[in-house]
């Protein structure tokens, strides 16, 4: 690829991030689907304390399967900083972003906390299908969790 | 457009909200108001949970005239995230932003709060006037807003 | 300097603050050593409160060798925002980031304080050496600090 090239994936993946971010927390979740290839691997093991295994999914579709109604009647928020997006070819890439997010969970939300704040890493593999990057697979890691 | 000068437009308009950032958590509002078209439409109806009608305000002097004064003994900071800019033309473009902002009202602000904590997106339009991307429009939207 | 090659040099510059921020909050303090020119001057007197003039350190080393047993049992996160870099030829730049950041100390921590909250600006030169862009200055100043 040349530099022109690359430029542009890197732009195109970073507003691939940015809807991620924006129809997520504003639960437009079929716009959310769209931005993962089918066979999304998503690792949320360590996103709360507690490790669940429940929270490794393989699939699109399974993982909004679960997030949606677990994110029905919580208010979310976020954000995404300092991406490390790297080429691997015209249709592979990874990446790094610092991230924060907050939940506060509604009256009739089964998330066992009044409200999230978190800090972390997102490491994340993207695809190039048909013209188009999507998120291959995404795992959040952990600087800091708080809950209460 | 060809690729290299939308690039460049995207940039800009990046750049642009940079400042519009800095100048505005550093009050230098003669720089904060350069960065508009004169005929600005702010709409912060939604900043804050009272939907103020007055908070929607045309042209960039009575934006400033407005703000200046009630932020003037209010320590504040504003984050901008993840732009989502369309180039529309070589003069035209939009943007979405998503935020995060706090407001430390000191003892001589009229503001009705002694602190405010909230996260939306705001959605802009710009306008290339003489070579240069100004903001012509920004709504604020919010996720969340703490008070107390 | 043509578009393309300036454009390429604000991105490795943005890359160059990305990877401080991770190793930073990694704790990778020999890859953050390797980001700095050996010469580097960092100003941090206006990090906390205090204003220590010891907070003014010369040489990437001795920064170094006093950040990290100083961050050894702390949790920290620092994010960037906003970057305004000025490519000022093609082996010097400058820029200036928003900022907030989060310091947990442990209870073996040297550090005064059981949580700072901060938020302000980066000002900072980069030099290019041997192809590779690095930080040359940091100065950091705040807009606002929560000690508890």
Same mark, same amino acid.
């Given at each position: 690829m040349d530099e022109i090239d690359r430029a542009a994936a890197v732009r195109d993946i970073e507003q691939l991030k940015a809807r991620y971010f924006r129809t997520m927390d504003t639960k437009d979740w079929a716009a959310l689907e769209s931005l993962?290839? &089918?066979?999304l691997v998503a690792d949320?093991?360590?996103?709360?304390?507690?490790?669940?295994?429940?929270?490794?999914?393989?699939?699109a579709k399974p993982y909004l399967a679960a997030l949606a109604p677990m994110l029905a009647d919580v208010v979310t928020v976020h954000h995404g900083h300092m991406p490390e997006i790297v080429v691997e070819s015209d249709a592979a890439a990874r990446g790094v972003w610092a991230m924060e997010d907050w939940l506060w969970p509604g009256e009739?939300? &089964?998330?066992?906390?009044r409200h999230l704040h978190g800090w972390g890493h997102y490491e994340e593999t993207y695809r190039r299908i048909d013209g188009i990057w999507r998120i291959a697979s995404i795992r959040l890691t952990r600087l800091r969790v708080e809950l209460s």
């Open positions: 993962f290839t &089918p066979d949320f093991r360590d996103a709360t304390p507690e490790h669940q295994p429940a929270m490794l999914i393989r699939g009739t939300s &089964p998330l066992p906390f």
